[in-house]
């Protein structure tokens, strides 16, 4: 696939939990991404990004990965269509004790979608493992479990001890004998034989639910290269503390610390989060002692994902420069909520939040953290072969960053609202650099016409509040090329159109809308720093099916705009 930044593109992001697929069992499957990658290159979209697909924990986030390397299996098609181990009798055995309707109707229930799929990937496991089903796929899998011998067998001893105490992510709290790959695997030699090789038939399952996950990615990515569709993937920076990854290589983390996010202006979801900034709870990455192995875990981690992407967004970028972390656990957040910081280091024992290894408040630290990140990120460019990485870099952004991607040809994001001059005026779409991702919001920010609507609100108000939202709407009007259009004019129709135009015509390789931008909806996926069951469950209210039919005015006059914009 041809991923030259000389020809613009037009791309779209939409979470695959969010999609509604043609079999789907209440949560978007690698069936309905298929459907999308259609719809996509119909519509003239040339580049379909999606959040991380790896496998995740209780809190179903999905940049809080219970793995670096597996493929959750919510992602799977578990219709027999596309799963052949499983028979049609068996699919509806299983789906009748189901209450299929419900599932389909509303959010996504993890649990629920979970213990389904698992029940009709247990029976098309039993099948297989018996025979029935193997007639030569027997060696495929065979040469799947070969060709990932690198990470599989770790992660398998960890899924099924996972499973074997009741779920509970927090290996420190195993048994002795459990706690690590290390330990795992002297343990596992003293069973007898019997409880052995039932063990090991169990870790067989877990490998087989990999190798059909794969299977299915491999085919939509087949599909999107045929298309013309480049498949955007994304790598979270982190990884669970109680993971495979951190059970099999301990040494590669440091666990006393938690990483994060400073205070920023945009994310305020909470005092918490207003006062210390987001603390996501993922341990450190102990980059010296990875160094040491040549960076293979990362080196490994890449190129499995571009084996099913074309291209790669490394989540949090700005974190392989510094990283922001906290000595506590997001468990102890509430502790600290008001304190001020000598209250703080009373509680902690002096440490404050803050960036790891050093702040860049001297010549020597800034020139440390450059070369810090330049390093790291070189390795992940050099492991992309001919794939294409996107650097995210939103955030507090050290001044140092963006030149060091400029020169090892990453592109970064553009939010409008955010590209200012040193004066304050809004930088006009013609003047983003080639290498760059322009969009008006990630899955982390309120939709465009959620934010238009409440600048609207405020911009009848007196003070200051009423003079920057109606700054901000005057601001992406002109950005838009239509000054003249009233800022009071509702969203959806003129003033949509002229937002997903103007984001068109930016000198950005990529433009990528939200879904939920192109189609003018308030649906939220994520509200950073918020706990509760909201987040990741959100889904589009119909079918890809029907999206041309339904939004067919609309989608025309994107495919129009897209050619006069030569992103086609």
């Known amino acids: 696939m041809n991923l030259d930044p000389n020809q613009k593109i037009a791309g779209i992001l939409m979470p695959l939990f969010a999609l509604r697929g043609r079999h789907d069992l209440g949560i978007g499957d690698t069936e309905a991404l298929g459907e999308a990658i259609t719809w996509a290159a119909e519509n003239n979209f040339r580049a379909l990004q999606i959040l991380p697909v790896n ?30 181990e499983l028979t049609p009798g068996d699919y ?18 993890y649990t629920a979608v979970k213990a389904l799929k698992r029940e009709l990937l247990e029976a098309a496991w039993k099948r297989f493992n018996r025979g029935d089903g193997r007639n030569g796929r027997g060696k495929l899998f065979s040469h799947f479990l070969e060709q990932h011998s690198g990470w599989l067998p770790d992660y398998t001893l960890y899924r099924v001890l996972l499973e074997r105490n009741g779920g509970i992510e927090d290996f420190t ?21 019997s409880e052995r090789q039932a063990f090991e038939e169990r870790r067989l399952y877990f490998a087989f639910i990999q190798w059909i996950a794969f299977s ?11 298309l013309g569709v480049a498949l955007i993937g994304d790598v979270p920076v982190g990884v669970s503390a109680g ?70 967004r490394v989540d949090h970028a700005l974190g392989f420069f510094r990283i922001y972390s906290f000595p506590w656990q997001p468990s102890r957040n509430s502790e600290f909520t008001g304190l001020s910081e000598e209250q703080a280091r009373a509680l902690t024992g002096g440490p404050l939040p803050g960036f790891i290894d050093v702040d860049d408040d001297t010549t020597e630290h800034r020139e440390h953290n450059r070369c810090h990140g330049e390093i790291l990120l070189s390795i992940l460019n050099e492991e992309i072969g001919n794939h294409r990485l996107i650097a995210e870099d939103l955030g507090e952004v050290a001044p140092y960053v963006r030149p060091v991607m400029s020169q090892m040809g990453l ?55 009423g003079l920057g939202c109606r700054k901000i709407l005057d601001e992406l009007l002109d950005f838009a090329g ?37 189609f003018a909806s308030s649906l939220r996926f994520n509200v950073p720093g918020a706990v509760g069951l909201a987040n990741w469950t959100a889904r589009l209210p119909v079918p890809v099916s029907d999206w041309n039919r ?3 005015s609309l989608l025309s006059d994107w495919r129009m705009a897209v050619i006069r914009h030569d992103r086609h």
Not at 216 to 226: F, H, P, R, V
Request: proline share 8%.
């Open 55 to 84: 496998e995740t924990g209780g809190d179903n986030s999905p940049y809080n990965v219970l793995s670096a390397f597996a493929l959750d299996l919510t992602t799977i098609t578990t219709h027999p269509s596309r799963l052949p």
């Open 92 to 109: 509806r055995t299983i789906v009748e004790r189901h209450d299929l309707e419900a599932l389909r109707k509303g959010p996504v229930d």
């Open 173 to 193: 709290s195993w048994p002795r004998g459990q706690r690590s790959a290390e330990e795992a695997r002297v343990w596992l030699s003293g069973l007898n034989s």
């Open 216 to 226: 299915q990615w491999s085919m939509i990515a087949d599909l999107a290269d045929t």
């Open 243 to 312: 993971g495979a990854d951190v059970f099999a290589s301990p040494g590669h983390f440091d666990l006393t610390r938690s990483c994060g996010a400073p205070p920023e202006k945009v994310f305020k979801s909470d005092p918490f989060t207003e006062q210390w900034g987001q603390n996501w709870g993922f341990p450190l990455y102990r980059w010296e002692v990875m160094a040491h192995g040549n960076f293979i875990w990362w080196r490994r981690r890449l190129r499995l994902l571009r084996s099913i992407f074309h291209m790669l």
């Open 411 to 465: 592109p970064g994001f553009k939010i409008p609202m955010w590209e200012r001059f040193e004066s304050g005026f809004m930088i006009p779409a013609s003047a983003y650099e080639r290498i760059s991702v322009a969009t008006y919001a990630t899955h982390d920010h309120p939709p465009l016409i959620t934010l238009w609507e409440e600048w609207q609100k405020g911009a009848v108000k007196e003070g200051d509040e």
């Open 482 to 518: 239509h000054p003249e259009i009233d800022r009071m004019t509702p969203f959806p129709g003129k003033v949509h159109l002229a937002l997903l135009e103007g984001l068109l015509s930016c000198n950005s390789w990529i433009v990528i809308p939200m879904i939920t931008d192109l």
């Open 550 to 552: 339904l939004q067919g």
